[in-house]
């Protein structure tokens, strides 16, 4: 009997205990304070009818140690304060809309469940929430500010619906527990803020949506897990370093996207990035854009670049050659293969007329050079420093020998020799360009992607995208009887050839 009365008793002891960690409350705006009647030792509540802003500051102000709270049955109203400012020095507060805030830094809260009638989520709501495992009810939302679940450590998944149109700057940085983001419903979404998503280390997978046609900077930087990236095909604008220290990524695919210049330090630091397919519209390859991708080996640019920034490939220890330049490049920057260890032959395209300073400094195992520009390009300081230049060979046509053979650093070469004595290694077989008077016939054993014709000076005479393995080039505008040609097949090989045109 008496054991029989402990049990009962222990039962009724854990009831009142329940109950006391437990709370509702039915209120109209500005009513939780007076509903609470100061009791504020629950960890769960759950608010039916409505409230506003002051009902959120009463929150912020008693509750806090608040861990679960369910909205589902309360709408939020709209507030204007006109002798108050409220959850950041706010006055205005819309409708339908979890207040800028509202839960900053509320450590023990792990659950939460909206009203599907919300429709933003404002700057830094749930910022700092280090326990928050999962937010439901997002049905109907908009807009998520700036801030708003960042450093919310525990936060595994957020439903993000199709209405969705804004993704603040920072909205779920270091929210290290989400492993796969799928934005592909939501076609209405325009902005993808700065580091939006970066330095999530669990997150392994990422799907945006087909209509994106912007992405911020840094948007993945630090994503050391990520490994699978779906892009846009419309994408046409990209920040820098949207990848940066994604250690995890080994592929990605951008040959859809229509961006014309792939931005500062895209890739930088991605060590096991081995292969990338870059949009043919790329016309600049921009500061540090591939610096230090230390599994890259080999890569095909597209054959309207132009301009090689600074540090692009600085670090990239396993690119086997650099020979993957394409004519038409004008400018190779500062340090942009610096301590690349693995090549070793360099090709400079004939259009380039300015390489900067220490643009292969380290470059220790590059033995060969090779360049048909009638005229050395100009160069930066210690362009081809730390790399035992006088053990080296340069190859230039047989007429332009003697000027390098007088300009600064390029005489530094401990050989200066005739492009005609190269060997087959240098020229890609397969491809032929032929005269017959002004007709330029270019065949090759693949498909010709595209074509590109230059005089000896770099510019840009002709272009073509034949797309069969045969194309004609009618020369007769042209001045000069000298030119090079590039070509690029349909398989990614792309070949450099220097023809003469001779007229009988």
């Given at each position: 009997m008496l054991k029989k009365a402990i049990t009962i008793f222990f039962v009724l002891c854990v009831a009142v205990v329940v109950s006391a960690q437990s709370k509702v409350v039915n209120i109209a705006c500005g009513g939780l304070e007076e509903a609470l009647s100061g009791d504020y030792s629950f960890t769960s509540l759950t608010v039916k009818g409505s409230m506003d802003v002051r009902d959120f500051a009463t929150l912020g102000h008693s509750v806090a140690s608040l861990e679960k709270l369910d909205l589902s049955g309360c709408s939020i109203e709209g507030y204007d304060s006109r002798d108050k400012q409220y959850m950041g020095n706010h006055s205005h507060f819309e409708a339908d809309a979890i207040p800028p805030s509202a839960f900053l830094g509320f450590i023990?809260?792990?659950?939460?469940?909206?009203?599907?009638?919300?429709?933003?989520?404002?700057?830094?709501?749930?910022?700092?929430?280090?326990?928050?495992?999962?937010?439901?009810?997002?049905?109907?939302?908009?807009?998520?500010?700036?801030?708003?679940?960042?450093?919310?450590?525990?936060?595994?998944?957020?439903?993000?619906?199709?209405?969705?149109?804004?993704?603040?700057?920072?909205?779920?940085?270091?929210?290290?527990?989400?492993?796969?983001?799928?934005?592909?419903?939501?076609?209405?979404?325009?902005?993808?803020?700065?580091?939006?998503?970066?330095?999530?280390?669990?997150?392994?997978?990422?799907?945006?949506?087909?209509?994106?046609?912007?992405?911020?900077?840094?948007?993945?930087?630090?994503?050391?897990?990520?490994?699978?990236?779906?892009?846009?095909?419309?994408?046409?604008?990209?920040?820098?370093?949207?990848f940066a220290a994604c250690t995890a990524l080994q592929t990605i695919d951008m040959s859809e996207c229509e961006m014309y210049e792939l931005p500062a330090w895209t890739f930088s630091g991605c060590s096991l990035l081995s292969q990338v397919s870059l949009p043919p519209s790329i016309t600049i390859i921009a500061e540090g854009a591939f610096s230090y991708c230390t599994s890259l080996k080999n890569i095909v640019l597209p054959a309207g670049i132009s301009q090689l920034d600074g540090f692009a490939f600085a670090g990239c220890s396993a690119l086997s050659q650099i020979a993957f330049m394409q004519e038409g490049i004008e400018n190779i920057g500062r340090y942009a293969f610096y301590n690349n260890r693995a090549a070793s032959r360099v090709k400079i395209p004939t259009t380039v007329s300015y390489i900067d300073d220490h643009a292969f400094d380290g470059c220790i195992n590059a033995n060969k050079f090779y360049t048909s520009r009638d005229v050395p390009a100009e160069l930066g300081e210690m362009v081809f420093a730390n790399m035992e230049q006088e053990n080296k060979v340069l190859y230039v046509e047989t007429a332009s020998m003697t000027i390098y053979q007088g300009t600064a650093q390029w005489q530094d070469f401990g050989e200066i020799n005739s492009l005609a004595s190269v060997d087959d290694e240098v020229v890609p077989s397969g491809v032929c360009a032929t005269f017959e008077q002004y007709d330029l016939r270019i065949t090759s054993a693949q498909e010709i992607a595209s074509v590109r014709l230059y005089d000896t000076t770099g510019v840009l005479l002709a272009s073509a995208q034949p797309y069969k393995c045969e194309t004609i080039i009618d020369t007769h505008s042209f001045v000069g009887n000298i030119y090079i040609v590039q070509v690029a097949t349909n398989n990614g090989e792309q070949t450099v050839l220097k023809v003469a045109r001779l007229i009988r």
């Open positions: 023990a809260l792990k659950e939460v469940v909206l009203s599907s009638e919300i429709e933003a989520i404002g700057d830094g709501a749930f910022a700092g929430c280090e326990s928050l495992v999962s937010l439901s009810g997002c049905s109907r939302v908009c807009k998520i500010g700036h801030y708003a679940f960042s450093g919310c450590k525990s936060l595994q998944k957020v439903d993000l619906p199709s209405t969705l149109q804004q993704i603040g700057d920072y909205a779920f940085d270091k929210c290290a527990a989400i492993k796969q983001i799928d934005l592909a419903q939501c076609r209405e979404l325009d902005y993808l803020g700065v580091r939006a998503f970066a330095q999530n280390s669990s997150l392994e997978s990422v799907v945006l949506p087909d209509g994106l046609t912007q992405i911020q900077n840094a948007l993945f930087a630090g994503c050391t897990a990520l490994k699978s990236v779906s892009l846009p095909r419309k994408l046409d604008y990209c920040g820098e370093g949207v």
